[in-house]
């Protein structure tokens, strides 16, 4: 499992309506779907609003999706990971999805996630200590 990001800049979840993101962390990024970590236990068949945040791009994706399957953290109390599969994406849309993870494997980004680990020794820890 890869952390990808912290989901305050990539990643945004809106459950019900609400103005309030949900995701704490993106872990895994496909084109037909997406993991994050949560605090908020949805429930499955929930929909939701999605919307990913592609700086580097200067871009935005913006979907409904419906949630797969909740688990809970096994390392975090009260946390969540939660599945989610895109609805209904259009070519451009999973073009675009398709260039993200492709820049997230590049040894471009892998360089620049080694230096902010080296910079931030609890790097990897600090992704999971979020407070909403």
Not at 96 to 109: A, G, T, V, W
Not at 122 to 131: V, W
């Amino acid at each position: 499992m890869v952390l990808v990001e912290e989901a305050s800049g990539l990643f945004k979840v809106f459950f019900n309506g609400s103005k309030k993101n949900v995701a704490l962390a993106v872990v895994d990024l496909s084109e037909g779907g997406a993991r994050f970590i949560t605090r908020a236990k949805l429930k499955m068949g929930s929909k939701v609003n999605v919307k990913i945040n592609v700086r580097l791009f200067s871009d935005s994706i913006e979907t409904l999706g419906t949630v797969c399957w909740v688990a809970e953290h096994a390392q975090r109390f009260g946390h969540y990971y939660v599945a989610v599969s895109f609805d209904k994406l259009d070519p451009v849309r999973v073009r675009k999805i398709s260039s993200i993870r492709e820049y997230l494997q590049s040894p471009e980004y892998k360089q620049k996630e080694e230096t902010r680990k080296r910079q931030r020794p609890d790097y990897d820890t600090k992704l999971l200590e979020y407070d909403l």
